[in-house]
């Protein structure tokens, strides 16, 4: 399903990374290329720590940004990544909140915490 929104989510107040452990990924949730479409994906990972009110072991989904591009098409399941999430500057307001994203989001139904990732690196 596609969905077409401008969300209301948790920031923090500046950029943050931490450690997560990414579940349920298939590549099916890759969309397009960002072009003239700003697409972005929604996946979900469990805490590997504490990070403010959120818990160790609880699931978070995280909208990505123009995955492709991010190279989503390498990611795998059950590893573990360091997530950095955008922060509540001004700047990342303006890019989380205004752009117009099409967001896949396959978890629509399901009440986690929801961020927006900027960067994901594998833990080797």
Not at 85 to 111: A, C, Q, V
Request: aromatic share 12%; hydrophobic share 40%; glycine share 4%.
């Amino acid at each position: 399903m596609i969905l077409l929104f401008i969300p209301t989510l948790m920031f923090c107040k500046t950029s943050e990374s931490f450690k997560v452990k990414l579940i349920d990924y298939s590549t099916d949730k890759i969309p397009a290329d960002c072009g003239v479409i700003a697409w972005a994906t929604t996946l979900k990972f469990e805490l590997l720590e504490n990070v403010d009110d959120l818990k160790k072991g609880q699931n978070i989904l995280v909208i990505i940004t123009c995955p492709r591009e991010l190279g989503m098409e390498n990611y795998l399941n059950n590893h573990q990544y360091e997530l950095t999430i955008y922060g509540n500057s001004i700047e990342d307001r303006k890019l989380t909140e205004e752009y117009p994203w099409t967001i896949i989001n396959k978890y629509e139904n399901e009440n986690f915490p929801r961020l927006w990732g900027k960067e994901l690196k594998i833990i080797k």
